[in-house]
């Protein structure tokens, strides 16, 4: 069962840091403006 909660953490993981770089590059769009 243990292998499932850290293929869940991996996929949080990812997503966050997917959602980082997209908040990341529409800051810099804004400031480019």
């Not at 499932?4 to 480019?32: P, R, Y």
Request: proline share 0%; glycine share 6%; net charge neutral.
């Amino acid at each position: 069962m243990w292998y499932f909660v850290w293929i869940l953490g991996l996929m949080l993981a990812s997503a966050f840091t997917v959602l980082n770089l997209v908040g990341l590059e529409k800051q810099i769009e804004d400031k480019s403006k």
